[in-house]
């Protein structure tokens, strides 16, 4: 199946959302369209992962609407595939590749059901896709990083969704394993809309399609450039710190400074 350019697929619209009556979003506008892929940065505690929750529907908006191929988030949210950041977790506790990915069938039969050859075939296709398909028997704490992010992937993919939602997916692996990763969210792309956060630019790489910065409000227009002034309002510092390492190109606008990566801050 491919996708229709332009469908919107999520809509934000000026949403207020927070903690014990404190907002830590204010006044958040979004259209996610049918083959967005979207990066949103911002720094730690910028309401990130508070965005996502109300997308996903964990955190009810103090104010605002939120809806997903046009319907409120309860009904929207099964066509949403997540996928959370890489946790620490017990390298021994024993469950193989393939249970992890099936867990990406539960919501479609509750808890309770047994798994059909359907859920088999589409754990497969999941694990395939990500191109993991011979690992299916590993245990999942004898797998690298990247490999692991790749299970969690098809986790989601598993349940068909039509859009990806990911909490820093290349947070604990190294750049390499990261250009990987985002090769595989590239090809996704072509099926599913993407959205992902990440509090770190450089992390941002050039297959996002349109950046966004958050930081309590959400610059995003669409555009796969990062002004001067959407970093200054996000990050409240000048660009020249925030930009060291981050690929020239990313940047709009920035009066022919360079950051070729090989100096030190001042
Ligand atoms: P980010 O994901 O960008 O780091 P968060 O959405 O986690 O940002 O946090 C935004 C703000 O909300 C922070 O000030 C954080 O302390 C606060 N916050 C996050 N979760 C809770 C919570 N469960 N209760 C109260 N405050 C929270």
Redesign the pocket.
């Known amino acids: 199946m491919s996708v229709t350019e332009n469908q919107e697929v999520i809509a934000v619209k000026q949403v207020w959302a927070?903690?014990?009556k404190?907002a830590?979003?204010e006044n958040i506008n979004l259209s996610v369209n049918q083959g967005d892929f979207i990066g949103i940065i911002?720094?730690?505690?910028?309401?990130?992962?508070?965005?996502?929750?109300v997308l996903l529907g964990i955190?009810a908006p103090m104010r605002g609407e939120v809806t997903i191929f046009g319907q409120p988030v309860r009904e929207g949210r099964e066509n949403i595939g997540y996928v959370p950041q890489l946790i620490h977790f017990d390298r021994d506790f024993p469950i193989s590749v393939w249970e992890v990915v099936r867990m990406g069938r539960l919501h479609k039969k509750g808890l309770l059901r047994h798994f059909s050859s359907e859920d088999d075939e589409a754990v497969a296709a999941a694990l395939d896709q990500v191109n993991m398909l011979a690992l299916r028997d590993r245990c999942l704490g004898d797998l690298s990083g990247g490999q692991r992010q790749r299970v969690y992937i098809a986790r989601a993919l598993a349940g068909h969704p039509r859009i990806l939602l990911l909490?820093e997916p290349t947070a604990s692996v190294d750049p390499q394993v990261s250009g990987s990763i985002y090769e595989l969210l590239h090809e996704l792309n072509k099926h599913v809309s993407i959205l992902l956060?990440s509090?770190d630019m450089n992390a941002v790489s050039s297959y996002t399609k349109t950046i966004g910065c958050?930081?309590?409000t959400l610059h995003y227009h669409g555009s796969n450039e990062i002004t001067e002034e959407m970093v200054q309002a996000t990050y409240h510092c000048p660009v020249d710190l925030i930009a060291h390492g981050l690929p020239h190109r990313v940047l709009a606008d920035h009066h022919g400074h360079t950051h070729t990566g090989d100096h030190q801050d001042d």
Do not use: A
């Open positions: 927070g903690y014990d404190t830590v979003l911002g720094p730690n505690g910028g309401g990130k992962t508070t965005l996502l929750k955190l909490d956060i509090h958050l930081n309590r």
